[in-house]
């Protein structure tokens, strides 16, 4: 599997973000950055504006405030495919591919329409397979996306998130659903996209995987970062367990 790659270390400088609805604010001021070749865990409690923020990043929502840049270059105002087209690809936790389209199929739409698209459906079969066998399914290339299970389905849209060729890449809580052994495979797969080049920003309910996982944490709450470190220090500030009260069951 190939992603794009880069030498600026500051790959995502998040500035100032704030998104509303009505009357409730759900991101307030938010800023962070994340290196290159990192992975950056973002937790917090149910409803404190993680997807949000994901899709703030992405382009689905426009800010009411604040900025994003990517390697250099604002992208606060260009449209989700544009965004793609520089090197940032989410997934959703609520999985949606084309249920007609065999997985195969499915991930050659992000080859064709992603970064450095292919110049052929020829290369992007190719390529697609190839970025199938990475993500554990290349046995399952040619079955239609509903017939895959939960876990696969995952897989698969962590496959057609890869396939675009992203420098960046938001995953939102694909572990959610997942048995104690499909949760290890997972992050082993993450830390594989890691080894090919990919830096990663990671929402996650499993909080012992994401403190395992990442090189550095967020923690929010009520739309604000109310925390940031290393995840030793995290998961002992006095705010967080604060702000955990009641959701720790669900870690």
Known sequence: MVVATGSDRRLLDVRGLTKSFGGVTAVKALSFAVAEGEILGLIGPNGSGKTTAFNLIAGLLRPDGGQVWF???????????????????????LVRPFPHLSALQNVMVGRVYGRDAARSLAAASREATEV????GLAGKAALPARQLTLVDRKRLELARALATRPRLLLLDEFMAGLNPQEVAAAMGLFRRIREAGCTVVMIEHIIK???VLSDHVIVLNAGQAIAEGPPEVIVRDPRVIEAYIGETTHA
């Open 71 to 93: 390697a250099g270059d604002e992208i606060t105002a260009l449209a989700p495919h544009a965004i793609c087209a520089k090197g940032v690809a989410r997934t959703f936790q």
């Open 132 to 135: 199938l066998a990475f993500v």
């Open 209 to 211: 995987a994401v403190l």
